[in-house]
Nanobody
Framework: QVQLVESGGGLVQAGGSLRLSCAAS????????MAWFRQAPGKERELVAG????????YYTDSVKGRFTISRDNAKSTVYLQMNSLKPEDTAVYYC?????????????????WGKGTLVTVSS
């Protein structure tokens, strides 16, 4: 069992930056592929970014490429999402998730553990 707790959300103006953190506890963090998802009101949950166990590979959805950076610190059992040049369309609840499988496609159905989310609101 892995417990995930997100932090760092808040209200920011368009063009601003936020850094989300997700602290994990319960099992060996380095055994899990980690990802950030988001869900805006009235929309489906979507993958934002993913990072492999050893941070050797990362994935970003097209809409955040060049603006967001996912990283992990296995010693601190924490995954981060640095969000720059924020846009109003980035407004959503952001969730951290973990996948223990050998390989991860970062599909929501493959993520075994989820945090409760942190709200990011970008004003225009």
């Amino acid at each position: 069992q892995v417990q995930l707790v997100e932090s760092g959300g808040g209200l920011v103006q368009a063009g601003g930056s936020l850094r989300l953190s997700c602290a994990a506890s319960g099992r060996t963090f380095s055994n899990y592929h980690m990802a950030w998802f988001r869900q805006a009101p009235g929309k489906e949950r979507e993958l934002v970014a993913g990072v492999s166990r050893g941070a050797g590979s990362t994935y970003y959805t097209d809409s955040v490429k060049g603006r967001f950076t996912i990283s992990r610190d296995n010693a601190k059992s924490t995954v981060y999402l640095q969000m720059n040049s924020l846009k109003p369309e980035d407004t959503a609840v952001y969730y951290c998730a973990a996948d223990p499988d050998y390989y991860s496609s970062f599909s929501p159905k493959d993520m075994n553990y989820w945090g409760k989310g942190t709200l990011v609101t970008v004003s225009s």
